[in-house]
């Protein structure tokens, strides 16, 4: 069974760093991209970033670039995003994502996202 | 930026009713998009993948169509259990992009 378990979440002042961590398990990891998405309170959806198997390539949303980092570490089967500058408007709940498969340069699936954790609440409040 | 729209907002109908839900691209992305469905406190779960695949596990009443610009979801005869937000997303380019959502109330 697919399983992707968000941690990390909490209260954080303005201007303060977080670093999000999704445990996965139940599938081959460094075979899929993975994928950051949140979700302000009441509000809509946002893709955030995504990351390639082998994490050679990196993508974010324009708003956010220069304060997140997208990571992953393969041997571990996690995936994490570090947080830096954080503002009021930056809470939200944090969903981590499977998105593309792929496996020695063949791709099976695009970029949507087919599995997703329960979510990390980040809340940046002084 | 690819700007995503979706109509109407909300939406409130009877159970076996059919509905549809529009999404619109502000450019042509293919039949790159997907729909997911998400209810209160829990995780967005994919529906439709490029455009009209259905995925897996996902009951037969939920279809997609749609190409280039313009796309419908369309549940066939709504349930109880259909009462939800649902979002598209395209991926045909950077930064993926969801739409506003329309949420399906039960009357």
């Known amino acids: 069974e697919v399983q992707l378990v968000e941690s990390g979440g909490g209260l954080v002042q303005p201007g303060g760093s977080l670093r999000l961590s999704c445990a996965a398990s139940?599938?081959?990891?460094?075979?899929?991209?993975m994928t950051w998405v949140r979700q302000a309170p009441g509000k809509g959806l946002e893709w955030v970033a995504n990351i390639k198997q082998d994490g050679s390539e990196e993508h974010y949303v324009g708003s956010l670039k220069g304060r997140l980092t997208i990571s992953r570490d393969n041997a571990k089967s996690s995936l994490y995003l570090e947080m830096n500058s954080l503002r009021v408007e930056d809470t939200a709940v944090y969903y981590c994502?499977?998105?593309?498969?792929?496996?020695?340069?063949?791709?099976?699936?695009?970029?949507?996202?087919?599995?997703w954790g329960q979510g990390t609440l980040v809340t940046v409040s002084s | 930026d690819i700007q995503m729209t979706q109509s109407p907002s909300t939406l409130s109908a009877s159970v076996g009713d059919r509905v549809t839900i529009t999404c619109r691209a502000s450019q042509t992305i293919s039949s790159w998009l997907a729909w997911y469905q998400q209810k209160p406190g829990k995780a967005p779960n994919l529906l439709i993948y490029?455009?009209?695949s259905l995925q897996s596990g996902v009951p037969s009443r939920f279809s997609g169509s749609g190409s280039g610009t313009e796309f419908t979801l369309t549940i066939s005869s709504l349930q109880p259990d259909d009462s939800a937000t649902y979002y598209c997303q395209q991926y045909n380019s950077y930064p993926l992009t969801f739409g506003p959502g329309t949420k399906v109330d039960i009357k």
């Open positions: 994502a499977r998105s593309r498969h792929c496996i020695e340069g063949l791709c099976y699936t695009s970029y949507y996202s087919d599995y």
């Open positions: 490029k455009a009209s």
């Open positions: 139940g599938f081959i990891f460094n075979n899929y991209w």
